[in-house]
């Protein structure tokens, strides 16, 4: 199975399982922004939650099929069309040969996943295929996907003889305003109480590596880097400039800038569908409710996605 890329829009990487043992070598996990999405639809094609998807950022994306496939729309929701015949999001769609895919622009979230059956094929790095792109290795020459690329998937996997959709209970709607459960980092002190209070607007700065978000951030008289430590995605370090930034999945693994809150591990696939001009606030979660609250999460999500963990 094999499609052909007509259109990439802003930005489209292959994304699969995250490096998740090579951080002491410095080098990111990498993987979906939205782990949950991306997910959600390698389920509704029949595959293991961590085989490979294209994550469209913002779209418009478009491609031609060169082999008949099923395939699947997850996260932020947009208009779809196949053969521009108008087509359900969260559910398996099923083309041949010559028929061409289309997603338009979300109106809230940031970043849509296609999954395919058997799982899109990337360059293997470290045992994952996912695009890291600061360092160009993974996916498709290690760069974001451009038209006329030929992407093949696995055929490894048969293709699901039945259309799948995802349970209501399972599509988290995606707005302009988010709620983030966190708790303290390391370096939290006493007059960084204001941040559960303060909302927060994210700028035009952003990536995969990370959010830089605009807000009344307090003044930790840090006029110099802290001594590196380890950073991990959902880290919300502040900067000497007095602009917080929220780290991603492409993020360093080591940084000096004080590490103030981390968002919990919950609502951690959240991060990856924030867009500029969004705002958001921080639930503050002691440990123990972090730990309770991944814990439901897990078991509400363990009904459908019962290989996927958070």
């Not at 996990?29 to 490979?52: F, K, Y």
């Not at 082999?67 to 041949?96: M, W």
């Not at 028929?99 to 059956?117: E, N, S």
Request: some cysteine.
């Amino acid at each position: 199975m094999t499609v052909r890329i007509i259109e990439a829009g802003p930005q489209a990487t292959l994304q699969g399982a995250p490096r998740g043992a090579y951080r002491h070598f410095g080098i990111p996990a990498a993987g979906p922004a939205d782990p949950l999405s991306h997910a959600i639809a390698n389920r509704l094609v029949g595959n293991a939650s961590d085989r490979t998807c294209i994550e469209i950022t913002y779209g418009p994306f478009s491609v031609e099929f060169m082999s008949a496939a099923a395939v699947a729309f997850a996260g932020a929701i947009a208009p779809v069309s196949l053969n521009d015949q108008v087509k359900p999001f969260h559910h398996t769609l099923f083309a041949e040969a010559g028929d061409v895919l289309k997603l338009g622009r979300a109106d809230a979230g940031l970043r849509t996943y296609l999954g395919i059956a058997g799982g899109f094929q990337g360059e293997d790095f470290l045992s994952s295929q996912s695009t890291y792109l600061p360092a160009g290795f993974g996916g498709l020459e290690g760069r974001a996907l451009k038209s006329g690329d030929m992407v093949s998937a696995h055929d490894d996997v048969s293709c699901p003889q039945h259309a799948e959709s995802t349970p209501e209970h399972l599509r988290f709607p995606l707005t302009h305003s988010f709620a983030l459960r966190a708790s303290q980092g390391p370096d939290y002190e006493s007059n960084c109480r204001t941040l559960w209070t303060e909302h927060f607007v994210v700028t035009r700065r952003a990536s995969r590596i990370g959010i830089e978000l605009d807000g009344d951030f307090p003044d930790l008289g840090v006029a110099e880097n802290l001594p590196s430590a380890g950073v991990f995605p959902g880290a919300l370090q502040l900067p000497p400039r007095g602009r917080g930034f929220l780290l991603l999945p492409d993020c360093q693994t080591t940084g000096g800038y004080p590490h103030i809150l981390q968002v919990n591990r919950s609502d951690r696939h959240l991060l990856g569908q924030l867009r500029p001009g969004d705002s958001l606030i921080f639930l503050q979660r002691t440990p123990e409710q972090a730990a309770e609250d991944l814990a439901n999460k897990q078991e509400l999500l363990g009904s459908w996605l019962t290989d996927f963990q958070l």
